[in-house]
C-alpha cells in the first residue's frame, strides 16, 4: 500500500513540474512567435508543418535576445539556413565593417557597341 502511495506520489510531482514546464515555455518568445505569425521563413519562403517546426527558428532583428517585446517587433521567423545565413552577414559586418564600399559595379563597357559599323566597312 505504500508503495502505491509513493507512485502516486510521484507521479503527481512530474505532473506538477511538467506542467510548469509547459506553462514557462508557453510562455517564451519562441512560442509568442509561432502563435503570432505564420509558420512560413521570413526570406525564402519555405513552409513549415508540426512535422518540421522544429527547423523554424526565431530570428532577433536587432540581434539583441534580451529585446523580446511581447507584440513581436523584434522577432523574424527563418528557417535554420536563413538564420545561419543572416548571422554570418551580421558578423562579417562587425568584423570587417560596411560592404557598400567593396561592392561591385555593374559594367557599362559594350565591347559590341560598333560591331554593325565594322561588319560594314569590310
Same mark, same amino acid.
Given at each position: 500500500m505504500s508503495n502505491q502511495k509513493t507512485?502516486?506520489?510521484s507521479y503527481d510531482q512530474v505532473f506538477a513540474q511538467q506542467q510548469e514546464y509547459i506553462a514557462k515555455r508557453a510562455s517564451g518568445y519562441r =512560442?509568442?512567435?509561432l502563435k503570432i505569425y505564420p509558420w512560413i521563413c521570413g526570406r525564402c519562403r519555405r513552409e513549415f508543418t508540426h512535422r518540421n517546426l522544429s527547423e523554424l527558428t526565431v530570428h532577433h532583428v536587432d540581434h539583441n535576445h534580451g529585446n523580446n517585446p511581447s507584440d513581436g517587433s523584434n522577432w523574424e521567423l527563418?528557417?535554420?539556413?536563413?538564420?545561419d545565413e543572416e548571422h554570418s552577414k551580421f =558578423?562579417?559586418?562587425v568584423r570587417y565593417g560596411s560592404t557598400e564600399d567593396t561592392e561591385i559595379k555593374t559594367s557599362t563597357y559594350n565591347p559590341f557597341a560598333?560591331?554593325?559599323d565594322r561588319m560594314k566597312k569590310k
Open positions: 507512485e502516486s506520489g =512560442e509568442q512567435a527563418l528557417c535554420l539556413y536563413c538564420h =558578423e562579417n559586418f560598333d560591331l554593325k
